[in-house]
């Protein structure tokens, strides 16, 4: 399987298991399983083929390991647009965490935040690497510092993914160390 068709399988993926299962007939449950054989066969009945083996080959070498699988099913560990409960435990965050974004949102991030916009939850980084390649997605790329510590005090919750990423509903301007 070549690169190529590994991220074009993978974006299928989370165009399907993240925003528009119903795009291809598809429900997922309300933690966000479907049942991989069902999957296997929607995207086929609308016109993408692929394999249990490439579909698992896509999931082991996944590079952020965007997808989970349990006995016979398969569902997105994070990042999800459409309403799913993935059961995800709270957590104690590390003491800083990190927001990786562009120049242009920094005013409106100083003055409201950081707000989940079109997904679930702010989604923030165990390290500033990280944090780069996220911002990086947008053009050059801007890190925040999250003081977790302080919120975590505060009350707010933080969850962590099963690929290690950091979810909270949203960040309040004076828990941000802006450049
Ligand atoms: C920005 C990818 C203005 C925020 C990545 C970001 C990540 C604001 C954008 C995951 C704002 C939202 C998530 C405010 C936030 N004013 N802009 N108040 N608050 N923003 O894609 O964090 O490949 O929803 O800075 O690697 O960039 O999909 O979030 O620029 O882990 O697996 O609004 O998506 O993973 O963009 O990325 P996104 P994100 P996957």
Redesign the pocket.
């Known amino acids: 399987m070549d690169d190529r068709r590994t991220v074009k399988v993978s974006k299928y993926l989370?165009k399907h298991l993240?925003h528009q299962p119903e795009r291809i007939g598809l429900t997922l449950d309300e933690a966000g399983w479907v049942e991989i054989d069902t999957l296997i066969a929607a995207a086929a009945a609308h016109g993408f083929r692929f394999t249990r083996e490439e579909l698992d080959h896509v999931v082991a070498t996944n590079d952020?390991r965007?997808f989970a699988i349990e006995g016979t099913r398969i569902r997105a560990s994070?990042?999800h647009s459409i309403d799913v409960n993935l059961g995800l435990p709270a957590a104690t965050p590390p003491p800083y965490l990190y927001?990786?974004?562009?120049a242009r949102?920094l005013e409106?991030?100083r003055?409201?935040?950081?707000?989940?916009?079109?997904?679930h939850d702010?989604?923030l980084?165990a390290d500033r690497e990280?944090a780069t390649?996220?911002?990086a997605?947008?053009g050059r790329p801007v890190v925040l510092s999250v003081d977790a510590a302080a919120m975590h005090r505060d009350g707010h919750v933080f969850r962590v993914s099963a690929n290690g990423?950091w979810l909270t509903q949203a960040v309040p301007p004076q828990y941000l160390r802006l450049p």
């Open positions: 989370s993240r952020k965007r994070q990042g927001h990786g974004t562009v949102n409106s991030i003055s409201e935040g950081l707000r989940p916009m079109h997904r702010v989604h980084s990280t390649r996220v911002g997605r947008r990423v």
